[in-house]
Structure formats: structure tokens, C-alpha cells
């Protein structure tokens, strides 16, 4: 989200709930929280809110974050997890399968 896209959040806000009193200071701590989030799920969370609350939101009632980033992430990792497998020799495969028997032993799980 942008900084214009949390304002306007924020304007919304005060609109629809006048006891709101959006402030310069509330402005202030309140963007970079909404900077992170995604603008079409918070605004679709702000209007279910408006429907049923009399009491204007906590963020995180109407907070909403862009699932790629979570996927992306994640694959980024096992890339990384798999480009660090490649490296690993079959000697040093041999020795952790070896290990890991021997542990499953001492726990009775084998």
C-alpha cells in the first residue's frame, strides 16, 4: 500500500467514524503499519467492519497481507535448501543416514 492509499484509509476512517479524530499524530504512527499491508484487503475489511461495528477499527481488525510474499518466501528457501543439498556428498549422505539409524535405535523406533 501506499502512503496516499493509507491515508485515504485513514480518511475513510474518520469519515465514517467522527469520534475517530484523525490527527497528524495518529496519521504518524498509524501509515507504516497500513504501508505493509495490501490496499483491496483492508478496504474489503473497512466495509464489512462499517456494516456491523458501531466503534471505529483497530488495524488489526481490518488488516489484510498479500499472500505471495508468504510464497515467495517460502520458495525462496527450499531453492535455497535444495541448492544446498546438491552440495552435500555421497559420503556425507552415507554418514547422516548411518547416524539417523543409529538414533532411531536408541529411541526404540526401529
Known sequence: MT???AMEILNMINEM???FNLTKRKAKILIPSLKQMDYTGVLKNLSAHVMHQL???MLSEIAAYRQE???DS???EIEKWEE???QVTPE???HFQSKFEKLLQQKGWN
Open 3 to 5: 502512503t496516499d492509499e
Open 92 to 94: 556425507m549422505k552415507k
Open 55 to 57: 466503534y471505529p477499527p
Open 84 to 86: 544446498e543439498a546438491k
Open 17 to 19: 467514524y467522527p469520534k
Open 69 to 71: 510474499n508468504k510464497k
Open 74 to 76: 517460502s520458495l525462496t
